[in-house]
């Protein structure tokens, strides 16, 4: 079994084992995020596209880490820990070269109008390591849709090609066919982008931003041997 289902009454979710990717996100109104799959760019590549996927341990480029653009979680095969009608919960052990003792657990909750992901990270390990974590959701535009409102502010899509990071604990995002809110108590800064190849704009709660181009700020940043950490996002509709 790769891909689980949840239900909430008439809202629908799929979640793959490959990534933890929360694939389709949908209610009798359409899709909420961009069905997830392979696009073609301009320079001919295939690029991954759409659902809802975490970036773990990083977001953006690795930087002096070498790890992968966003990380490990989206490209790793998680295992299933429990399912119910309208929570899965997944899990993965290591993942990449100096992540061999993080663990990590991945929580869907699906509501009639709302999906919570809560992302929890132990340091299994006798040295700190760097954990920086985001979500990336593509939310599904109109056909054309070239501007979207985000707290109110009009942005025309093609300025989304260069990221535009905002900060803060909510942030509202006005599309023409519905309005997303969005929450986070500890992914405070937001990344806004897209690259068009697809009808979608990305909201991206984020502990940091592109943080892992920069020496490492501290504390904040560093999970201790044996420590716990827990990031939660939250969409509403």
Request: charged share 25%.
């Given at each position: 079994?790769?891909?689980?289902?949840?239900?909430?009454?008439?809202?629908?979710?799929l979640?793959?084992?490959?990534?933890?990717?929360?694939?389709?996100?949908?209610?009798?109104?359409?899709?909420?995020?961009?069905?997830?799959?392979?696009?073609?760019?301009?320079?001919?590549?295939?690029?991954?596209?759409?659902?809802?996927?975490?970036?773990?341990?990083?977001f953006?480029?690795?930087?002096d880490?070498?790890?992968?653009?966003?990380?490990?979680?989206?490209?790793?095969?998680?295992?299933?820990?429990?399912?119910?009608?309208?929570t899965?919960?997944l899990?993965?052990?290591?993942?990449?070269?100096?992540?061999?003792?993080?663990?990590?657990?991945?929580?869907?909750?699906?509501?009639s109008?709302?999906?919570?992901?809560?992302?929890?990270?132990?340091?299994r390990?006798?040295?700190?390591?760097r954990?920086?974590?985001?979500f990336?959701?593509?939310f599904?535009?109109?056909?054309?849709?070239?501007?979207?409102?985000?707290?109110?502010?009009?942005?025309?899509?093609?300025?989304?090609e260069?990221?535009?990071?905002?900060?803060?604990?909510?942030?509202?995002?006005?599309?023409?066919?519905?309005?997303i809110?969005l929450?986070?108590?500890?992914?405070?800064?937001?990344?806004?982008w897209?690259?068009r190849?697809?009808?979608?704009?990305?909201?991206?709660?984020?502990f940091?931003?592109?943080?892992?181009?920069?020496?490492?700020?501290g504390?904040?940043?560093?999970?201790?041997?044996?420590?716990?950490?827990?990031?939660?996002?939250?969409?509403?509709?």
């Amino acid at each position: 079994m790769d891909s689980i289902e949840l239900w909430n009454g008439s809202t629908k979710a799929l979640v793959s084992l490959g990534g933890a990717w929360l694939t389709n996100l949908s209610d009798d109104d359409g899709d909420i995020l961009f069905p997830k799959r392979r696009l073609e760019a301009a320079d001919g590549k295939k690029k991954d596209r759409g659902g809802c996927h975490v970036c773990l341990p990083n977001f953006g480029p690795g930087g002096d880490s070498e790890l992968l653009q966003h990380g490990f979680g989206r490209t790793s095969l998680w295992t299933l820990d429990s399912q119910s009608i309208n929570t899965v919960t997944l899990t993965l052990d290591g993942g990449g070269v100096g992540y061999e003792r993080l663990s990590s657990t991945l929580t869907y909750t699906l509501a009639s109008r709302s999906m919570r992901m809560e992302l929890i990270v132990q340091n299994r390990g006798d040295h700190p390591l760097r954990v920086a974590p985001a979500f990336h959701p593509y939310f599904a535009l109109r056909a054309n849709e070239g501007r979207v409102m985000i707290d109110g502010e009009p942005i025309d899509i093609q300025d989304l090609e260069d990221t535009l990071f905002l900060q803060g604990e909510k942030k509202q995002l006005q599309l023409e066919r519905r309005t997303i809110r969005l929450a986070s108590k500890n992914l405070l800064t937001w990344a806004a982008w897209t690259d068009r190849i697809g009808e979608y704009v990305c909201l991206e709660p984020t502990f940091a931003g592109n943080s892992f181009l920069l020496p490492v700020s501290g504390g904040d940043e560093l999970l201790e041997p044996q420590n716990v950490r827990t990031y939660i996002a939250e969409i509403s509709w």
